[in-house]
């Protein structure tokens, strides 16, 4: 073992990642995760019986809640923790990280109030460290089972950002480099909340047209919104963007997609969410994307109807129809 990496989170992408990694004879992977009752489980089981059921843990992974023994020697940290229990976590693990230890973040969320992207909320709890972003059409169900894979390594750090090609490209994981993790985040953020647009598109029986339009309408609004905050346009034709809008939209792995379907077929935010086992990172983005979109002045009109349809109760079927009565004009 040349290169250990201590993994932090135990949900599906944390345990694709740990997978991913160990197929690389010179990498050692350990797994910190927050509940004991959970580790003893994978390490009983060897197995994500709740999120990857039939998916292998290779005996090579240490799975532990013990931070201090996941994080020994590590020298990379990946950090797989839903957005909204960031900060928190992180804050709790701060006195046991070393400082300045390179962060591969595989989270795709913006945080409430701040708008900070997971970088930012990273670098904001555990001090300036090399933070790369790690996005593109990834489903956790896909990689773990080895299905051919793209995404993009993007950091500020381009030695930090080859670093983490060459640490995760597989025969079947292929990682290309990219300088901007302002667009990257954004667009593995954005796309949650096109995701949810689609889904009500499925669940509403809409047809495939109406499910391509909202895909190629929702771009610009990513870009649009993307370019404002500084990110380079041409991310969203990338992988991180158009990638994984793609793959968020379409796939029935798609935690926001499947949301949205349940709203397109009458279920309300409240029904669905004491139902889903893992975080629909698009329900919070959205909330947070409207309110800086409302404030710098920009034309949102499909996350402005998710916004309505998920916080103030207007239905799918008229907020289909508020987008498709708005005043003509060119593409």
Sequence with gaps: MDTKVAILGGGGMA???ATLLTESSNVGVSMWVRKAE???DL???RE??????GVSLAETIQVTSDIDEAVDGAEFLVVAIPTE????????????LKSGTPVISVIKGIEMETFFRPSEIIADV???RP????????HAEEIARRLPASVVAASGDIQLAKQTQKLFSTDRFRVYTNIDIVGVELAGALKNVIAIAAGICDGGKYGDNAKSAIMT????????FGSALGAEPSTFSGLAGVGDLITTCMSPFGRNRKLGERLGQGETLEQILSTMDAVAEGVNTTRSVYDLAENKGLDMPITTEIFRVLFEGKSPNDATQTLMTRPQREE
Excluded at 48 to 53: D, E, H, I, S, Y
Excluded at 131 to 138: D, E, F, I, T
Aim: aromatic share 2%; with cysteine; hydrophobic share 45%.
């Design 217 to 224: 309408r929702g771009l610009v609004e990513m870009n649009r």
């Design 48 to 53: 994500n019986r709740r999120l990857l059921p």
């Design 131 to 138: 933070v790369v972003a790690l996005g593109g059409p990834s």
């Design 15 to 17: 345990t694709a990642c």
């Design 38 to 40: 959970i580790a003893e």
């Design 85 to 96: 229990f960031l900060r928190v976590a992180l804050t709790s693990l701060a006195p046991h």
């Design 126 to 128: 555990l001090g300036p």
């Design 43 to 45: 390490r009983k089981h």
